[in-house]
């Protein structure tokens, strides 16, 4: 189904950052939008609807966000040299070819890195900067938990290689989150949602091995605050995190501390990418999943794609080399 986006001069919003304006927003009604990857090569951001389930694509040139069917909820997805998609799905890593919009999306599976938990599902992922793909799961059986992070501690970060290998990387995980590295590689990211925290760690770029773990960033358990979700990094090392159910897009610095705070018209804001000609448009997908009826009439562009011009530049995503 093809949708318009809405555009026009919203304003400047939040307090915190007077100069990031809302550009365009793209009233889509996502249940859990994620996953925001832009193609340099395409001009286009390729975004998912992980509960509908359904991948997204939107041109801004045109204003059309077209999106294809999924058979199954797909956590996230990079790029492929080659051309093409590679997700992360409920059962595991597959190569998924894109025909045309509102058609089923084909499906080569890669493997399951988790045969072993059939109630967890692949969640929030990403490129590193040599391609690999990291992504992380989380518990997430049937049916609404009655709280968002009413999840055991089974989920797990797995890496693939180019080689088809997955290895898993860390365990012990409740909500997988927040991947990205910094500009150079050698910094890793991470976010366990429901702890509030992000966590940092040596990264290296020839082989993938991680090191020395340690808390880069607590997220205040208080009024206004959220808990960390998708993040990106922009081309100055800083590190962008969306706070689930605060509404808010934080940028922090390599240090960890509070640089930049952007408001958003929705509440459950998932994720953000880089992207545009210069990659200066900040990106960022939101969900209306859990809202009740009054919560959602409060928060009509709950579940849209908004584009912030947020005065930074980010870096080109990697590609799977396979």
């Avoid at 304006?21 to 340099?40: D, M």
Wanted: hydrophobic share 40%; proline share 8%; charged share 25%.
């Amino acid at each position: 189904m093809a949708v318009e986006s809405h555009r026009g001069d919203v304003g400047h919003v939040g307090q915190d950052m007077e100069d990031a304006k809302i550009l365009n927003i793209v009233e889509t009604g996502a249940i859990l939008g994620e996953s925001p990857v832009w193609s340099t090569d395409q001009g286009v951001l390729w975004w998912l609807d992980i509960k509908a389930p359904a991948l997204h694509c939107l041109d801004p040139a045109s204003g059309r966000d077209d999106s294809w069917p999924l058979p199954e909820e797909t956590g996230s997805i990079i790029l492929r040299a080659g051309g093409g998609l590679l997700g992360a799905l409920r059962s595991g890593f597959a190569f998924l070819d894109v025909g045309a919009p509102g058609m089923p999306v084909g499906v080569d599976w890669i493997g399951d890195p988790e045969p072993d938990r059939p109630l967890n599902r692949l969640n929030d992922g990403r490129a590193d900067r040599q391609g690999r793909f990291w992504a992380g799961s989380m518990h997430d059986p049937d049916g609404p938990p009655e709280t968002y992070f009413d999840r055991e501690p089974v989920g797990a970060f797995h890496r693939l290689d180019p080689d088809g290998s997955m290895h898993r990387m860390i365990d012990g995980i409740l909500v997988s989150n927040g991947l990205c590295w910094s500009p150079d590689g050698t910094v890793m990211y991470t976010a366990n949602s429901p702890t509030r925290q992000m966590h940092a760690w040596d990264y290296d770029p020839a082989t993938g091995a991680i090191a020395n773990e340690r808390v880069f960033a607590t997220f205040p358990e208080e009024d206004g605050r959220g808990t960390p979700d998708g993040a990106i990094v922009d081309a100055e090392g800083g590190v962008w995190v969306a706070e689930f159910r605060a509404g808010r897009v934080t940028r922090l610095t390599p240090d960890g501390d509070v640089d930049r705070m952007i408001s958003l018209p929705a509440s459950r804001v998932t994720c953000p990418m880089f992207g545009g000609e210069d990659l200066g448009t900040l990106y960022v997908t939101t969900a209306r999943i859990m809202l009740t009826a009054e919560e959602l009439a409060r928060e009509p562009l709950a579940g849209s794609v908004f584009a912030l011009d947020a005065g930074v530049v980010g870096l080109r995503e990697a590609s799977f080399p396979g």
